[in-house]
């Protein structure tokens, strides 16, 4: 435990110094230090959380002859964990890349404010055992942003004591924010029925966020006669980083007329569909 003890501009002339002594019950002195600064930060380490402890300062006019002034006693009880008020802390998740997620932890520190003498730690992971954890002697400025894999979290903070004991300030399953999802739009589609490699051409601008993955539903719904229909099929995708994107999707059309049509549909990762419905007359 450390506790910070500060005498502002005390009143000394050359050769007088402060005699610091410290007691645990008010009558068994133990000597600490001479201070002689106008102004001085005095640091004492291992003390206990929720003791009350004494201290005497002394103005030593001279130290040969000794000459000392009265004395001045100033008691401090060190505040036991029970006494350090959790933060307020929040948490959430925001998209940082389309790989990466942003895991945010906020607070406000007031003040005054009594802080945890060993600090916070945070733990995050997609399940126990957690599998990440960041501890701070002093929390920074809030917020705190850590870059994660993609998913839900469950995310824990915990304040320390001085013997190093953890008390939960906070626990949460923190599930990523959903972005807005701008659908695809159909630019055009094309079908060559009647070539050697007969093909349909779709071009379309992809959803933003752009997701990974596409699915086009297509089958022939026009021009077999009496012959079996092409059944067509799915045909999935990853779409690239560019707009517009081109897919080519090669067919096998029955042809029992000179006009083929194929039907079908565009899901586009936004959880829309943008339905198609084509014929090429041979």
């Given at each position: 435990?450390?506790?910070?003890?500060?005498?502002?501009?005390?009143?000394?002339?050359?050769?007088?110094?402060?005699?610091?002594?410290?007691?645990?019950?008010?009558?068994?002195?133990?000597?600490?230090?001479?201070?002689?600064?106008n102004s001085f930060?005095?640091?004492?380490?291992?003390?206990?959380?929720?003791?009350?402890?004494?201290?005497?300062?002394t103005v030593v006019?001279?130290?040969?002859?000794?000459?000392?002034?009265?004395?001045?006693?100033?008691?401090?009880?060190?505040?036991?964990?029970?006494?350090?008020?959790?933060?307020?802390?929040?948490?959430?998740?925001?998209?940082?890349?389309?790989?990466?997620?942003?895991?945010?932890?906020?607070?406000?520190?007031?003040?005054?404010?009594?802080?945890?003498?060993?600090?916070?730690?945070?733990?995050?992971?997609?399940?126990?055992?957690?599998?990440?954890?960041?501890?701070?002697?002093?929390?920074?400025?809030?917020?705190?942003?850590?870059?994660?894999?993609?998913?839900?979290?469950?995310?824990?903070?915990?304040?320390?004591?001085?013997?190093?004991?953890?008390?939960?300030?906070?626990?949460?399953?923190?599930?990523?924010?959903?972005?807005?999802?701008?659908?695809?739009?159909?630019?055009?589609?094309?079908?060559?029925?009647?070539?050697?490699?007969?093909?349909?051409?779709?071009?379309?601008?992809?959803?933003?966020?752009?997701?990974?993955?596409?699915?086009?539903?297509?089958?022939?719904?026009?021009?077999?006669?009496?012959?079996?229909?092409?059944?067509?099929?799915?045909?999935?995708?990853?779409?690239?980083?560019?707009?517009?994107?081109?897919?080519?999707?090669?067919?096998?059309?029955?042809?029992?007329?000179?006009?083929?049509?194929?039907?079908?549909?565009?899901?586009?990762?936004?959880?829309?569909?943008?339905?198609?419905?084509?014929?090429?007359?041979?």
């Amino acid at each position: 435990m450390t506790i910070l003890i500060t005498i502002a501009n005390p009143l000394l002339i050359t050769g007088q110094y402060f005699k610091v002594e410290y007691s645990t019950d008010g009558q068994t002195w133990t000597f600490d230090s001479y201070q002689n600064s106008n102004s001085f930060n005095t640091t004492y380490n291992g003390f206990t959380a929720g003791n009350t402890y004494y201290f005497r300062f002394t103005v030593v006019k001279s130290l040969s002859p000794l000459v000392e002034c009265d004395s001045v006693i100033r008691v401090y009880t060190i505040p036991s964990e029970a006494e350090w008020d959790c933060l307020d802390f929040s948490a959430e998740i925001t998209p940082h890349n389309i790989t990466h997620d942003n895991l945010k932890i906020s607070y406000t520190i007031p003040s005054p404010y009594v802080a945890p003498c060993g600090g916070y730690i945070m733990r995050w992971g997609k399940s126990y055992p957690l599998s990440y954890q960041q501890a701070y002697t002093s929390l920074p400025a809030s917020p705190i942003n850590f870059i994660i894999n993609k998913g839900t979290y469950i995310v824990e903070i915990y304040a320390v004591d001085c013997e190093g004991n953890e008390y939960l300030c906070f626990q949460d399953t923190v599930v990523p924010e959903e972005p807005d999802c701008t659908p695809a739009s159909l630019v055009s589609v094309t079908i060559d029925a009647f070539g050697s490699t007969p093909n349909i051409t779709i071009v379309f601008n992809a959803a933003n966020p752009k997701p990974t993955s596409y699915a086009i539903s297509y089958t022939q719904c026009g021009g077999a006669g009496s012959l079996p229909p092409d059944p067509g099929g799915t045909f999935n995708f990853t779409a690239t980083s560019n707009n517009p994107e081109t897919v080519v999707i090669n067919i096998n059309p029955a042809i029992g007329y000179h006009v083929i049509t194929y039907c079908g549909s565009i899901s586009d990762g936004c959880g829309g569909s943008i339905p198609f419905d084509k014929s090429h007359v041979g």
